[in-house]
């Protein structure tokens, strides 16, 4: 048996959607994208929504949109995947990393209301795996530091303390408190990479919270224009006749989402409520099986939160790197792809240069030097899930 990681789960209903848009003429940004945008709003909870070429690009857009930059500081945890990270780097703000808990995942928020200064200007919380980050605790913190808080631009004082832009790239579909992860957060991007529940091949979205005194549809133009270069018109208005004329507004970016990945999106978002069901009965499968295992999983759904199921990861405590690798090389003797999520980024070359060292941040060590990520996706048999928990725990067993 060859069990994939987490393969795309693509259906008719996707290629449907693509062959229409190819056979339209249209391609690039156009109508789909802007239905794909209206539809996510609409599920997320929101007035507006922006689609892009990646998450990435959306938690840059955020940023900006702040005014953030030189001299400004945004906290981050350290046990993330680099795109939170570096679109920090991109605006040109500091990085000040912040380790998780000891015994969690989410970054620890004592030390996230210590780290917040006087250059803090926003904060990015992961919900890794698809877990949202506990949103009340991040809220009282920004709010008891208001005093120290001095805004830059339009947005920030309109907001009125440190921005949280949640990286929910993992979390499309996610929900705290009642309420869908994307209306939660100042500002949220989510990802629909390949590899994500909803996939587009790339892309990601961007929506925010109504925020009194900003107008959300001169909010959603502006990120048009940071989006395509700074141009006054998008291409289909271009294309109108005698409608050629355009200006650049500033010498801004391209990121812009393609009515091709749109497509495949809207095909997704019909199928979305069954894959995130699938989703949650691979995950309580593999609690079952593993309730003898000496070992510790994510909390997926609890009474404050109900999780997208991205991530099935495990920790085995009490092994090194050296009994890991020989797990995940045992089970891909079985023909099981596993994975590690993550390797905390003060550990990575490009961070180390700028003066990040992992002995800043233990727990963040601790937590990844025993951990294992399981596959999980919407492909999966009955078959496979069985197979995975009989040669999971057999080989966790013997390694211990």
């Given amino acids: 048996m060859h069990i994939l990681f987490s393969p795309p789960d693509i259906s008719s209903a996707e290629v449907e959607e693509v062959i229409e848009v190819i056979q339209s003429g249209w391609i690039t940004t156009g109508p ?79 030390a996230l209301e210590s780290a917040i200064n006087k250059n803090t ?83 990601g979205a ?36 005698g409608a050629w004329e355009y200006d650049i507004i500033a010498p801004w970016y391209k990121c812009n989402m393609t009515d091709i990945m749109a497509a495949i999106g809207i095909g997704q978002m019909r199928r979305y409520p069954r894959l995130l069901k699938k989703r949650k009965e691979i995950i309580e499968k593999y609690n079952a099986a593993f309730k003898s295992l000496d070992i510790e999983v994510l909390p997926h759904y609890t009474d404050d939160y109900q999780s997208s199921g991205h991530l099935y990861i495990t920790r085995i405590p009490g092994i090194g790197k050296e009994q890991r690798q020989d797990i995940i090389g045992k089970m891909a003797e079985a023909g099981i792809a596993t ?39 919407s492909k999966l048999t009955d078959e496979e899930i069985e197979y995975v928990c009989k040669n999971y725990c057999s080989i966790v067993q013997s390694c211990l």
């Fill in 32 to 110: 789909k994208t802007k239905e794909f945008e209206r539809q996510i709003a609409e599920y997320v909870g929101v007035n507006k929504a922006v689609c892009l070429n990646s998450q990435t690009a959306c938690a840059e857009m955020a940023l900006r949109l702040l005014g953030i930059g030189r001299n400004d500081e945004v906290i981050v945890p350290s046990y993330t995947y680099t795109a939170s990270a570096s679109v920090i780097y991109h605006v040109g703000a500091r990085i000040v990393f912040v380790d998780v808990q000891k015994n969690n995942l989410q970054m620890d928020y004592d």
């Fill in 121 to 203: 200007k926003a904060i990015i919380p992961v919900d890794l795996g698809g877990v949202p980050c506990d949103y009340k605790r991040i809220f009282e913190i920004v709010e008891k530091k208001k005093s120290l808080f001095t805004p830059s631009n339009k947005l920030q004082k309109a907001i009125g303390r440190v921005a949280v832009c949640a990286d929910a790239a993992h979390a499309f579909g996610a929900s705290w408190k009642g309420k869908k992860i994307g209306a939660v957060a100042d500002f949220t991007s989510f990802s629909f990479h390949a590899v994500k529940n909803l996939t587009t091949a790339e892309g």
């Fill in 206 to 241: 961007l929506t925010w919270r109504s925020i009194e005194g900003i107008d959300d549809e001169e909010l959603y133009q502006l990120i048009q224009l940071y989006s395509l270069h700074g141009q006054s018109k998008d291409a289909l208005a271009k294309t109108q006749i």
């Fill in 339 to 377: 994975n590690v999520h993550y390797k905390p980024l003060p550990m990575m070359t490009g961070y180390k240069k700028l003066g990040f060292s992992i002995d800043d941040y233990p727990n963040s060590y601790d937590r990844y030097v025993n951990e294992i990520t399981l596959p999980l996706h």
